[in-house]
């Protein structure tokens, strides 16, 4: 295949997977109920409250966005994997599919973890949380949805640790030696990272987002040999 072909294969790839992203976010749209029912699951018997006349559209819109984007990205992995492989030999293949399967159960694990566990104990703690007697809290619609998706965005990638580590294993780039010699820099880096991109900023989600991916990082020791 001439270069010019290949474009006009990744522009095909490229826009299969614009169409699959809009079908998945018009379906979400559509599945309004049963999707904000899911995603209120946490709240318990607590309410939400809405100032802004647009915030529950706009917030349903970006919901169905990021919903559509994610029930479309197997396929656009997919179609994207079919992009390069033919480049890859036998044995690169193989290790590529593992690495995928491999980051998007990780990822998948990272927000369920978020959403079963370390999402609503956050928010229980965030919520009762008060400096004062005389401030109540009322939370808003944007600030729940926006602290739910950026945790669980947030999880899914520090959950990518094993992944991370056993590829740069394979590049030559680290070997177990260095990972068991810097464990204590790496928590200390994990918890840094916690702090930096923890959107709360308070020790207790810290906490519940630094332990388990310093655990993953106990793990990565594990596997590579």
Not at 4 to 14: A, C, K, T
Not at 67 to 78: D, N
Not at 97 to 105: H, K, Y
Request: contains cysteine; hydrophobic residues 60%.
């Amino acid at each position: 295949m001439t270069f010019w072909d290949h474009l006009d294969e990744l522009r095909s790839v490229l826009l299969k997977s614009l169409a699959a992203w809009v079908v998945g976010t018009i379906a979400a749209f559509l599945c309004k109920d049963w999707l904000f029912a899911f995603l209120m699951r946490p709240l318990g018997d607590r309410q939400l409250i809405n100032i802004d006349v647009t915030a529950q559209f706009v917030t349903h819109v970006e919901v169905s966005l990021c919903i559509g984007f994610v029930v479309a990205l197997p396929l656009i992995v997919w179609w994207l994997f079919g992009f390069v492989a033919p480049a890859l030999y036998q044995e690169q293949k193989r290790c590529s599919v593992t690495f995928l399967l491999a980051s998007v159960g990780l990822f998948v694990a990272g927000v369920a973890l978020n959403y079963w566990l370390i999402f609503p104990l956050s928010f229980r703690f965030l919520s009762l949380y008060q400096v004062s007697p005389m401030v109540v809290n009322q939370i808003s619609l944007s600030s729940y949805i926006s602290l739910l998706l950026v945790l669980s965005v947030l999880m899914g990638l520090l959950f990518e640790v094993p992944v991370l580590t056993w590829l740069l294993y394979k590049l030559g780039i680290l070997r177990r030696e260095h990972l068991k010699r810097y464990r204590g820099h790496v928590f200390v880096a994990i918890l840094v990272l916690a702090a930096v991109i923890t959107p709360t900023g308070d020790p207790f989600t810290l906490m519940l987002v630094t332990i388990p991916v310093y655990l993953l990082y106990e793990l990565s020791i594990l596997i590579i040999s």
